[in-house]
């Protein structure tokens, strides 16, 4: 039978959820006239769509990658099964929560030896040098690893792979992540995903936060049925697109970031405790902002939980370039 377009949409569903064709040892994936011909024609679909641009394409990888075993996409190892996922068992555990002494409000990652010269001791709870000299207007922030390795490429995967199911396995550890702030949040939190600006959404075709929140919700109302969380949308509002925070200076993080998030006090609960979401906290510009703009129209508090953390070097904190960057910061 020819393959066609419509053919592939009929195979594909939305409900093929981590389901798995294993493969038998010792078999090559694909063995077989058949399938070898049906793959050919995949393939010859795909490469037209990636020409054209069509949305068939992710269909089209989804559906290649769910019926003909391929490479890991993290680290290149051979699939022994074929799952919508394509990503090994072993790059799916290797992701290490982070475990280093770190800054109790923002989560950066202290030398100990600096913090005691400074007359910080852990009962008192450490706090970086930027959170000491310029406070957050959010509570803490929390991130469940570094971002580096594995995680990394995943996050790549679901920001610029259009693999957004890679959300399911990243949220389940943004959940963990959460669950670290239930001894201090409140009862209630109102969950809000950092939003993208609305072109780059519809480009992308999803908000990665927003999925790693749905996630790491549902997760939570397993692990913590007392605790609720309700993730609201629209209340926070991206005003204009901004240059990615990894290209910047500390300095130019903040200009990047002015008057680029707004609240929609219509929606918003005033009073409310809020948890905000995204995938990567680089400089903490971000979540500063988003912070100070929902405290600013009524939030109680903000909570920040990120799956991943960027930890630079400059870990001694008292040095020249910490200054710097502590007045960097919004
Ligand atoms: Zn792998
Ligand atoms: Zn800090």
């Known amino acids: 039978m020819a393959w066609s377009a419509d053919r592939a949409r009929c195979i594909f569903s939305n409900s093929l959820n981590e389901s798995t064709l294993h493969v038998s040892p010792g078999v090559p994936p694909g063995n077989g006239a058949g399938l070898d011909d049906g793959r050919a024609g995949i ?22 990658t769910t019926l003909f075993p391929s490479d890991c996409r993290v680290c290149g190892d051979s699939l022994l099964r074929s799952t919508i996922l394509p990503i090994c068992d072993s790059c799916r555990v290797a992701v290490p929560a982070q ?27 450490l706090l970086c040098y930027v959170c000491r000299v310029l406070p957050p207007m959010f509570e803490r922030a929390v991130a469940y690893a570094v971002y580096q390795d594995e995680i990394r490429e995943m996050i790549h995967l679901l920001k610029y792979e259009r693999m957004g199911g890679v959300a399911k396995l990243l949220g389940g550890f943004l959940a963990e992540s959460i669950l670290t702030l239930q001894a201090e949040a409140a009862r209630e939190l109102i969950v809000v995903a950092v939003p993208l600006f609305p072109a780059k959404q519809r480009q992308r075709g999803y908000n990665q936060a927003q999925l790693l929140a749905d996630v790491a919700i549902a997760k939570l109302r397993r692990l913590a049925p007392d605790w609720r969380l309700q993730r609201l949308s629209g209340v926070l509002l991206r005003r204009r697109d901004t240059r990615s925070q990894f290209e910047l200076n500390p300095r130019s993080r903040r200009k990047n970031l002015e008057g680029a998030f707004a609240v929609d006090a219509a929606n918003f609960p005033i009073g409310c405790e809020v948890l905000l979401i995204d995938d990567i906290y680089t400089s903490g510009a971000t979540a500063r902002e988003c912070a100070r703009v929902l405290r600013r129209d009524g939030a109680h508090k903000v909570w920040v939980a990120t799956l991943a953390r960027a930890q630079y070097v400059r870990v001694a904190m008292w040095d020249s370039d910490s200054m710097h960057a502590a007045q960097g910061f919004g």
């Not at 949305?55 to 290649?64: F, N, W």
């Not at 950066?108 to 005691?116: F, G, H, K, T």
């Open 43 to 64: 393939r010859l679909l795909l490469n037209a769509a990636r020409r054209t641009g069509l949305p068939l394409r992710s269909t089209l990888d989804d559906l290649i």
């Open 99 to 125: 475990t280093m002494a770190m800054c109790h409000c923002c989560g950066e990652a202290l030398d100990m030896e600096s913090a005691r010269f400074a007359g910080q001791f852990p009962a008192e709870g």
